[in-house]
């Protein structure tokens, strides 16, 4: 049987039986896709796109899309999850024609993932033109870096004072910060902590680079959970959710952070 892409009013893009939006990447994907509409279309390179669906809702707007993805089970959903798209392009490797290219970088919940997150920050700032804007999520507070994050291949959680620094220290000026995520992604996310604390999952789990490429495309609880995200009260509950997140925005209450920052000309 083809695997077929669907597309769901308020979650995006999905293929039933191999990735589903979770209820944190949802809300994440609320809140960029608000943000990023509301600016003129053009280049985007989106850092670690995973499964594609986010990349796919901004080719959907008319941005000119490349997914710059090294995980393998990642690049074969991607590639369902755009197909016939003329917009979007799928890449495993840099190329030096992006020096000064973009418009837009895309990164989101990718910097935890590398060790030396400096030196990754300023080769995307390279990436964009002067005036361009980087668009980075992250997931939030170091305090509570815990079991789900090493499962994940997590190096770290940000800080709001340490995220701003790294990122004014790499070419960049913030122009929009905000949380994303309260209350809804902060109990899913310490749900899972528990359950894989629980289970022992994170003891299976030794090489960050590996932990790194399922993080993005592992959805087997999610898959289940999505029967009830899309049924009347689920949907409600989400919408609910959606319109909470947005009123604590400017808190540090949520699970995660999203910044806009433009580059600067020197």
């Not at 989101?108 to 030396?116: F, M």
């Not at 070419?171 to 022992?200: D, M, Q």
């Amino acid at each position: 049987m083809t695997k077929s892409v669907q597309n769901d009013k308020d979650y995006g893009g999905y293929i039933s039986d191999s990735w589903v939006p979770a209820p944190r990447f949802a809300m994440r994907r609320q809140r960029v896709l608000n943000l990023l509409i509301s600016y003129p279309k053009g280049k985007l390179l989106e850092i670690g796109p995973g499964a594609g669906s986010l990349m796919r809702d901004l080719a959907l707007e008319e941005f000119s899309c490349i997914g710059y993805e090294t995980a393998t089970e990642a690049r074969k959903i991607f590639q369902l999850m755009t197909e016939g798209m003329g917009n979007v392009q799928l890449t495993g490797r840099p190329s030096e024609s992006w020096n000064a290219h973009f418009d837009y970088i895309l990164s989101c919940e990718v910097l935890e993932h590398i060790e030396d997150d400096k030196a990754a920050l300023k080769s995307w700032v390279s990436y964009l033109k002067v005036g361009g804007l980087a668009i980075i999520t992250v997931p939030s507070h170091s305090r509570k870096f815990g079991p789900s994050d090493e499962w994940a291949g997590h190096y770290r959680r940000y800080d709001k004072d340490v995220l701003i620094s790294l990122i004014e220290r790499s070419g960049l000026s913030i122009i929009h910060f905000e949380t994303y995520g309260f209350p809804l992604a902060n109990i899913s996310s310490f749900v899972l902590k528990t359950l894989i604390k629980r289970s022992g999952l994170k003891q299976q789990q030794k090489d960050k680079r590996a932990a790194t490429a399922q993080s993005g495309v592992e959805r087997t609880a999610e898959g289940k959970l999505y029967r009830f995200q899309t049924n009347l009260l689920g949907r409600s509950l989400m919408r609910i959710a959606f319109k909470t997140q947005y009123l604590f925005r400017n808190t540090e209450l949520g699970d995660g952070f999203i910044v806009v920052a433009k580059k600067n000309a020197n």
